[in-house]
């Protein structure tokens, strides 16, 4: 089976920051252009799966790190109108798809990038998994079978050119960074001043920070730089296993089928699409309504 796992909202914000739409006072180019995103993937790919995952509150994210995503807000004017103007359209955009029979899961206790590392971890081997988002975190999620694309690009990252992209040999290799690295972007603070350039030396001079941890306690590493000897103390050690435990993917806590919403085929509804088109003034959605709905 081919699945294409959409990163809902890496989608909805790419959508928003194209050129405004209103209807009735209501921006609404991020509805739009999802769906011309999903019309665009499904002329392009007719026989995969598509799979669009939502946001969820990953509430032990925000027990294990006090700082996590405490940056979402901000004090400038524009940047939160522009998340607000978003905002409104999310429930737009999970209505219209559902309407259309797309398959959809919004879990209430995950973010969309566990769930991805969900149909990753469970996959069959003979399965192709394509992760369309715009979210470099995912790249951790690279397997054979499993690519990563940038839907906005079209740049597609395998196993093939995961070094040449990244700078790090694996995924795994990739996430050790991250850690080591934090991510501003999530408000996670990095270990020990190690940055951007020092995060792929160190993996490649050490294979992993769990062979630097292995070989400091063996003896066998005798760390010069100030930098490693931070990593190594009981701080650098608990920031790491920190920042390990907010951004891995793979094994997460357990997701339970009562915290999931989820649309598919058999939601599909004319009328509803028809309606939603006619409330949000997309026009020339409604001059073939049959056209685009026979595609999901």
Not at 95 to 103: T, Y
Not at 132 to 159: C, E, H, Y
Not at 282 to 292: E, H, L, R, T, V
Request: glycine residues 8%; contains cysteine; positive net charge.
């Amino acid at each position: 089976m081919n699945i294409t796992i959409i990163d809902g909202n890496s989608l909805g914000y790419t959508a928003h920051y194209g050129t405004v739409l209103t209807h009735d006072g209501m921006q609404t180019q991020a509805v739009y252009g999802f769906v011309r995103m999903l019309i665009e993937q499904r002329h392009n790919y007719p026989n995969e799966m598509l799979l669009v995952v939502w946001d969820g509150r990953a509430q032990w994210r925000f027990e294990l790190c006090e700082t996590y995503k405490s940056n979402r807000h901000s004090d400038d004017p524009k940047r939160e109108a522009i998340r607000e103007a978003y905002k409104k359209q999310t429930p737009f955009i999970f209505d219209i798809c559902k309407a259309m029979g797309v398959r959809q899961i919004r879990c209430r206790t995950h973010e969309a990038d566990d769930l991805a590392g969900w149909f990753v971890a469970h996959k069959k081997p003979q399965d192709k998994i394509t992760l369309l988002t715009k979210d470099r975190d995912w790249l951790q999620l690279v397997r054979p079978n499993v690519v990563w694309q940038d839907f906005a690009t079209k740049t597609s990252i395998g196993m093939w050119n995961f070094f040449e992209q990244t700078g790090f040999k694996t995924p795994e290799a990739f996430l050790d960074g991250k850690c080591l690295k934090g991510d501003s972007s999530d408000a996670i603070s990095g270990v020990g001043g190690i940055g951007e350039k020092g995060a792929p030396e160190f993996i490649a001079q050490f294979g992993s920070v769990k062979n630097f941890f292995q070989g400091v306690d063996a003896g066998v590493i005798k760390p010069s730089k100030k930098v490693y000897q931070r990593l190594s103390s009981p701080d650098g050690r608990r920031l790491y296993e920190r920042n390990y435990a907010v951004m891995q993917l793979l094994n997460v806590a357990p997701i339970k089928r009562e915290d999931m919403v989820m649309t598919d085929r058999t939601c599909k509804n004319r009328n509803d699409f028809i309606n939603l088109c006619g409330e949000l003034g997309f026009a020339s959605f409604m001059q073939d309504p049959d056209g685009i709905l026979n595609l999901f």
